[in-house]
Nanobody, 125 residues
Framework: VQLQASGGGLVQTGGSLRLSCAASGSTFSRYALGWFRRAPGKEREFVAAVSRTGLSTHYGDSAKARFTISREDSKNTVYLQMNSLKPEDTAVYYC???????????????????WGQGTQVTVSS
């Protein structure tokens, strides 16, 4: 499966962005989907994931209560709605996919096989 992320940009503190990731090349509904990010000088960080069925999600600590992941299988797209953005959210955001059947809190355990190219999010203070 090929992944193409978009929607990044420059936003002020407290603002919102919605990232999108379009998938192609395989049956979209067979994949769990997620988002990671990497900030300058920091390790890659898990942000959020949604199960194959779309019935369960899991968030990293930095994303809880502010970000929402969702999927729209009819459009082969996964979204990350980011609200109340902070300067520390500045990073390159990557979408990921894997044919794992894990769900709920186990989404964090997935070893993601497919990665998109990333989209830059910059939050100004």
């Amino acid at each position: 499966v090929q992944l193409q992320a978009s929607g990044g940009g420059l936003v002020q503190t407290g603002g919102s962005l919605r990232l999108s990731c379009a998938a192609s090349g395989s049956t979209f509904s067979r994949y769990a989907l997620g988002w990671f990010r990497r900030a300058p000088g920091k390790e890659r960080e898990f942000v959020a994931a949604v199960s194959r069925t779309g019935l369960s999600t899991h968030y990293g600590d930095s994303a809880k209560a502010r970000f929402t992941i969702s999927r729209e299988d009819s459009k082969n797209t996964v979204y990350l709605q980011m609200n109340s953005l902070k300067p520390e959210d500045t990073a390159v955001y990557y979408c990921v996919a894997d044919p794992s059947s894990l769900a709920g809190g186990n989404l964090f355990r997935i070893r993601w096989n497919y990665w998109g190219q990333g989209t830059q999010v910059t939050v100004s203070s």
